[in-house]
C-alpha cells in the first residue's frame, strides 16, 4: 500500500496565529484564560488547551469580571465585543486576518445602503460573527435554492460575500444564481474563500484521482475539513472524516493500493502522523509526499497582545 500525503494539509496561518496567541495568553497571565467559542473547530487542539487551564464558553455571562477573554480564529460580532467591554473583560482578538476581512466589507456595503447576501452555512460561529455587523442589512444563503426565494427592497442594490471555508464549486453555483437573478449584484474585489481552504480543496481534487480512500483528518464541526471529505466522495472515493487515529476502521482499506491523507486547516500535524504510522505498522504502507501548491502565508499575533507581552510585566503572579 502506498500512503499519498497531500500539500498543502494542515493549520494554516490563521489557526497558527490564534493558537500562539492562546499559548502566549496561558504564559502571560496564567490560567484560567477563556477563549469565546473553540478556539479553532478541531476536538484535540480544543482538548489539549482545556488541560493547561483554557475554559472554553458559549456566552460572556460565563466568564468572571475582569478576566483575559480570547476570541476565537472565526471571529464576533460588535455585539459580542460590546459586551465584553462592559464586563471589563481583557480582550484579545485572535479572529483571522481573512475574516476580519469579510467584517470589513460587510460594514462597508452596509454604509453604503447594500443589502448583503452572505453565503454561508447557519450556525457556523464565523457566519454568526458576520452577519452580526449588520443584522438588519444581511440575509443569509446556503443554497441556489435558497437565493430563488429571496425578495429583496431593491434588487439594483445588493452585493455578496462568502464565508471563508466555503467549497469554491459549491460557491460557485450560489454566485451564479445570484448573478442571474441580481444582475447588478456587486461582490468584493478578492475572494473571500481563504487560500488556505482554496488550496486545501485544490490538492484533495487533484490527488483523489490517485487514490482507492481518502482520510481526512478534522472535526465535525470544521466547516473546510467537511468540504475536503465531500469533494473526494463526490468523485466517488470513499472519504473518511476522522479526529485521529482511534477512529480508523481496518475494513475500510480491504483490497485498497493508494490511500491519500490530508488535513483540515484546523487539525494538528500529530495527528496525521499517527494515522501514517497506523497504515506503515498495519498494512506495510510506504509514504509519498505530493505537492500541489507551496504556501507561504503567516499572520502577526494581535496588536493588543503584543503589547502586553512587549509590556514584560507578569500579571500571573497579581491575579493570584
Ligand atoms: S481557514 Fe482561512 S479564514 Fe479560516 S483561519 Fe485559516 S486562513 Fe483564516
Excluded at 452577519?131 to 445588493?158: F, I, N, R, S, Y
Amino acid at each position: 500500500m502506498k500512503i499519498l500525503l497531500a500539500n498543502p494539509r494542515g493549520f494554516c496561518a490563521g489557526v497558527n496565529m490564534a493558537i500562539e496567541c492562546l499559548e502566549r495568553a496561558l504564559d502571560y497571565f496564567g490560567s484560567p484564560v477563556y477563549v469565546y467559542h473553540e478556539i479553532v473547530h478541531n476536538k484535540y487542539v480544543v482538548d489539549r488547551f482545556s488541560k493547561r487551564g483554557t475554559v472554553f464558553v458559549e456566552t460572556l455571562a460565563e466568564v468572571p469580571e475582569g478576566s483575559p477573554l480570547l476570541y476565537s480564529a472565526h471571529g464576533v460580532s460588535p455585539e459580542i465585543r460590546q459586551e465584553a467591554k462592559g464586563r471589563r473583560l481583557l480582550a484579545i482578538d485572535a479572529t483571522c486576518p481573512l475574516v476580519t476581512k469579510v467584517h470589513l466589507e460587510a460594514i462597508k456595503y452596509a454604509r453604503e445602503g447594500y443589502t448583503i447576501i452572505l453565503i454561508g452555512h447557519e450556525g457556523h460561529d464565523e457566519v454568526i460573527g458576520t452577519m452580526g455587523e449588520a443584522p438588519d442589512q444581511m440575509v443569509l444563503v446556503e443554497t441556489a435554492e435558497d437565493v430563488e426565494k429571496l425578495e429583496l427592497p431593491d434588487p439594483d442594490k445588493v452585493a455578496y460575500l462568502t464565508q471563508t471555508t466555503l467549497s469554491v464549486d459549491d460557491a460557485n453555483i450560489v454566485i451564479a444564481a445570484l448573478r442571474a437573478k441580481f444582475p447588478k449584484i456587486a461582490n468584493p474585489p478578492k475572494d473571500d474563500i481563504c487560500y488556505a481552504t482554496q488550496n486545501r480543496q485544490e490538492a484533495v481534487r487533484e490527488l483523489a484521482a490517485r487514490a482507492d480512500v481518502v482520510l481526512v483528518l478534522g472535526s465535525q464541526n470544521s466547516s473546510n475539513s467537511r468540504r475536503l471529505a465531500e469533494i473526494a466522495h463526490s468523485m466517488g472515493i470513499p472519504s473518511h472524516l476522522i479526529d485521529g487515529v482511534s477512529e480508523i476502521q481496518s475494513s475500510w482499506f480491504e483490497g485498497a493500493e493508494t490511500v491519500l491523507i490530508t488535513a483540515g486547516a484546523s487539525a494538528p500535524e500529530d495527528v496525521v502522523q499517527e494515522c501514517v504510522d497506523y497504515l506503515q505498522n498495519h498494512c506495510g504502507a510506504t509514504i509519498e509526499e505530493s505537492f500541489v501548491r507551496e504556501e507561504n502565508v503567516h499572520f502577526p499575533l494581535p496588536r493588543s497582545l503584543r503589547e502586553l507581552l512587549d509590556q514584560g510585566a507578569a500579571p500571573v503572579a497579581d491575579r493570584a
